[in-house]
């Protein structure tokens, strides 16, 4: 892209400015450290230039927004066509409380619903269950039968939003009481829209909230993936996830890398289901997280893009240019909000949100800035839509497609995070697969190391966190923080002992055994599950017909 003696007058120009002027200036004002690197351990440059991005090809590596390989976006014309979609993850208590909440924020000028679930549901018991006392609807909304989800979206026309679970192991339950409640309002499966996050693969080494073991939990993924290609067009199956894997202190690079890991796993098993690529790719969908590196998350996002675009099209052959797009939704980094002066959060989540925006992101997610003391409260909660509004209609940065593109520092980190992810899966690919990669506990051992390397950065004072290792107040005047009404939990419960009374016994007992004797070949469980959700099963009665078939996982020391 450059001229080559353009770039070899470049070159001593810079070297001269290194020795003449860059030295005086040195000399009023050292640099504050010796080296200055971002998350993934890249050295920062002091100043970028052509020199820095010489070998770049733009129609190879940057193309035309919504052209392969798709790093300036995935629509030719991205935010001056239609904003990206302002999905704000809310649930909490029953199933009434969450879809007042939900009705509050689509009347505030929330553009798509996102599900938050309770730890019991999650993890595929019911309310009434031992193991779920003390935890129903605490971190996010009970969901027990369909009855629950017909209450979470009464009143809101399935036709008309679309909606994000945030839910994995028990995944196929809660899409399958969706397409029932779709099917109760007139909504036929063609016409509703959304996603699963349905990636069981990242619990076991990030999240860690899996209930069945790795094998069958693909299997699980992949008939989600081949329900929806052959019966909900519009609907996401899997939103793989690298948003947990950040979480759990990966980099941004190791991020990407395990994603990516994740991603070629479940598409090679659909193609191995017998689905051609182009049949299933266009509806997946991606999950990251937004930290507080601005420059790299940015590049980070434009990076992946070209990275899937290439993996679709170079290994597993795809045609379709849809197959080949990276659509993402971001989430602003819960694991950089601080308990200290959160108020500061919303700054972080600003600066988050605006990397999100320039790096291109379909939808996203503004964590609320009492996060780290609790869930939000609707003040909150409003307060973090209101930053993704003014980003959008105020700041002028999404009237232009990737206004950051052909800058020196993007670009070179776009370059060098691509790098550094294919030699990562170049080294999964040798480990025998991502599989097997963690199996034997390489993934998180890699995880492992990054997340001590960071806190050990925070603690040494190198890595500076406003408020907690700098900059610290004496005391603090509290805020508000949402706490959840013990008595839901028995209301909750009761509602479920009075759906389990009334329902046909014989209806359900009929649902459960035909889909634990079909979770026992090789059969599409999406059917026999739909059947067992509008017979009233409930979650943890399918959960436990699955439990007895698969099994469930034990993490081992």
């Known amino acids: ?168 192991g028990p995944a196929p339950i809660l899409l399958a009481m969706y397409v029932a409640v779709g099917d109760k309002q007139g909504v036929s499966s063609a016409k509703i829209g959304g996603t699963t996050q349905n990636d069981n693969l990242k619990e076991f080494f990030a999240q860690k909230l899996c209930i069945f073991p790795p094998k069958p939990s693909v299997k699980l993924t992949t008939d989600v993936i081949e329900y929806c290609a052959r019966h909900l067009p519009k609907w996401n199956p899997v939103s793989i996830s690298g948003y947990h894997i950040r979480e759990a202190g990966a980099t941004a690079v190791q991020e990407l890398a395990f994603t990516f890991g994740n991603a070629i796993t479940y598409v090679q098993a659909a193609v191995d289901r017998g689905l051609a690529v182009d049949e299933f790719a266009p509806r997946l969908s991606f999950f990251f997280n937004v930290h507080n590196h601005f420059l790299e998350e940015v590049a980070k996002f434009r990076a992946a893009r070209r990275i899937w675009a290439r993996l679709m099209r170079e290994r597993f052959g795809a045609r379709d240019p849809r197959s080949m797009m990276l659509r993402f939704h971001a989430q602003t980094a ?127 004072g190198e890595q500076i966190v406003v408020g907690v290792n700098r900059f610290v107040l004496p005391e603090e005047r509290p805020i508000p923080v949402l706490r959840i009404d013990p008595e839901i939990e028995r209301a909750q419960v009761e509602t479920l002992r009075r759906i389990k009374a009334e329902r046909d016994q014989a209806a359900v007992r009929t649902a459960l055994a035909e889909l634990e004797e079909a979770a026992r070949s090789t059969e599409n469980l999406m059917p026999f599950i739909i059947r067992a959700v509008e017979a009233y099963a409930t979650l943890g009665e399918i959960s436990d017909c699955l439990r007895r078939v698969f099994g469930e996982y034990c993490e081992s020391a």
């Open 334 to 460: 819960g694991s950089t909000l601080t308990a200290q002066q959160p108020e500061v959060n919303v700054i972080r989540v600003t600066l988050q949100a605006l990397a999100a925006v320039l790096g291109g992101a379909q939808s996203l997610h503004c964590n609320a800035r009492d996060e780290a003391l609790g869930l939000p409260t609707e003040e909150s909660a409003l307060l973090a839509l209101r930053t993704q509004q003014v980003i959008a209609y105020e700041s002028g940065v999404a009237d232009t497609v990737d206004p950051l593109g052909g800058a020196y520092a993007i670009e070179s980190l776009t370059n060098e995070i691509e790098r550094r992810v294919f030699e990562y899966l170049e080294r999964i690919e040798a480990l025998g697969g991502m599989l097997r990669a963690i199996e034997i506990g390489w993934v998180q051992k890699e995880i492992h190391e990054s997340a001590y390397e960071y806190q050990r950065a925070i603690e040494s």
């Open 1 to 168: 892209m450059f001229n080559g003696k353009k770039i070899e007058e470049l070159k001593q120009e810079r070297e001269r400015w290194e020795k003449t002027t860059l030295p005086k200036w040195l000399g009023q004002c050292p640099e504050c450290r010796n080296e200055f690197r971002n998350h993934s351990g890249m050295l920062i440059k002091r100043l970028y230039t052509p020199e820095d991005i010489k070998g770049l090809d733009y129609m190879r590596d940057l193309g035309f927004p919504g052209e392969f390989p798709f790093t300036r976006g995935v629509h030719a014309t991205m935010y001056r066509g239609r904003l990206w979609t302002m999905r704000m993850f809310a649930g909490f208590g029953t199933a009434a409380d969450t879809n007042k909440r939900f009705k509050y924020l689509l009347k505030e000028g929330e553009s798509g619903l996102s599900t938050a679930f309770d730890y019991p549901t999650i993890m595929g018991y019911d309310s009434d269950h031992p193991m779920a006392k003390g935890e129903v609807g605490v971190c996010g909304v009970a969901i027990s039968s369909l009855q629950d989800m017909e209450v979470l979206f009464d009143g809101i026309p399935l036709d008309k939003v679309t909606t994000s679970m945030t839910i994995n």
